[in-house]
């Protein structure tokens, strides 16, 4: 048998992750002496391209997705299943086309991805077997994220509610957002556009203004950075005001017709690991600020001191002694 020189001896033609059925299949080709004319005129006009849905490459290995990172410890595959889950917003239900198409994946890697998710729970069919929507075991998961704070503050935040009629929320700094953790609405028919797991802006809240105001520097570096010149200076401005006075104030900054006020919530050290607020129509939360104000700033005190803070003892001011005036020294006289 004669042997081909190294150059034409074999060429591996590399579908790379052809979908044929929901599994990736690379085809490699060995063409013999017999067709190498015909292969070789057939990649001088057509390398790298399509041939009835087909992409031919001169690789003998299959093509690799970019890397998201360049950080040696990420795993690839747990990002882009982490991808697959953020794409869903607002409790919708995707299709698999759908969801590919948003995290920039193949169907049949896209399918593979949801189906791993949907048999660990975190992603679910919806009922027309065709959509997918996000599992119960997030919410299992989300209802765990700091439980400590939570369980501490969830009877203040009843008090508050009971007390007031209007909607309590508790909050955390995430990420250079305001991220709801827990929250109690009013009975009455007026509706915020917060809930658990809403995300939004420091600056326009009073619940991002009160948790700013006692920062970790790395949590103040980050929010500083994205701010121009004079919101730097009107967000130390405010962060001086809720230090002075307990809480923060937003008065339809974030959402039209609503007033809300934050006080924060600090840990053994000072730091702010959560708030609270009390939201509402403008006319009623504008009405009761200072009552408001005083006592969501007294409740988060006392869950600081439950998560161990301990507030600095008042300075005693020492009463200042005149000093000693030069009297006269009267001689005594000497006994006869």
Not at 242 to 252: C, L, M, N, P, S
């Amino acid at each position: 048998m004669e042997v081909l020189p190294a150059k034409c001896r074999v060429f591996d033609v590399s579908v790379s992750y052809c979908e044929m059925g929901e599994a990736f299949f690379v085809v490699l080709l060995r063409i013999d002496r017999s067709l190498l004319t015909i292969v070789n005129t057939f990649f001088e006009n057509a390398v790298r391209a399509s041939y009835n849905g087909i992409k031919f490459c001169e690789s003998k290995s299959p093509m690799k997705l970019p890397k998201e990172s360049d950080d040696k410890y990420v795993v690839e595959a747990v990002v882009k299943a982490l991808d697959v889950l953020e794409v869903f917003q607002d409790g919708e239900e995707l299709q698999l086309s759908e969801i590919s198409k948003r995290v920039s994946l193949n169907k049949s890697r896209a399918f593979r991805l949801l189906y791993t998710l949907c048999e660990r729970g975190y992603v679910e069919r919806a009922s027309d077997g065709h959509r997918y929507k996000l599992g119960l075991k997030l919410f299992e998961h989300a209802s765990n994220l700091r439980r400590d704070l939570k369980q501490i503050a969830q009877n203040h935040m009843r008090k508050l509610q009971q007390r007031f009629n209007e909607t309590v929320n508790l909050a955390v700094l995430h990420n250079g957002e305001v991220l709801y953790i827990d929250l109690l609405e009013s009975s009455r028919p007026f509706r915020m556009s917060a809930m658990v797991g809403s995300r939004m802006p420091i600056s326009n809240t009073s619940l991002g203004k009160a948790l700013l105001a006692y920062a970790a520097e790395h949590d103040l570096d980050e929010v500083f950075d994205t701010l121009t010149p004079s919101e730097l200076r009107k967000m130390r401005a405010e962060m001086e005001i809720v230090k002075r006075r307990g809480y923060a104030t937003d008065q339809e900054e974030n959402e039209p017709g609503v007033a809300c006020i934050g006080a924060p919530i600090l840990n053994e050290g000072g730091v702010s690991i959560g708030a609270m607020s009390i939201s509402g129509p403008s006319v009623r939360i504008q009405k009761q600020e200072r009552d408001i104000g005083t006592a969501l700033a007294a409740t988060c005190r006392d869950i600081s001191r439950q998560l161990g803070f301990a507030e600095p003892a008042p300075k005693q001011q020492t009463k200042s002694v005149p000093p000693p005036q030069n009297r006269p020294v009267l001689a005594r006289r000497a006994n006869p």
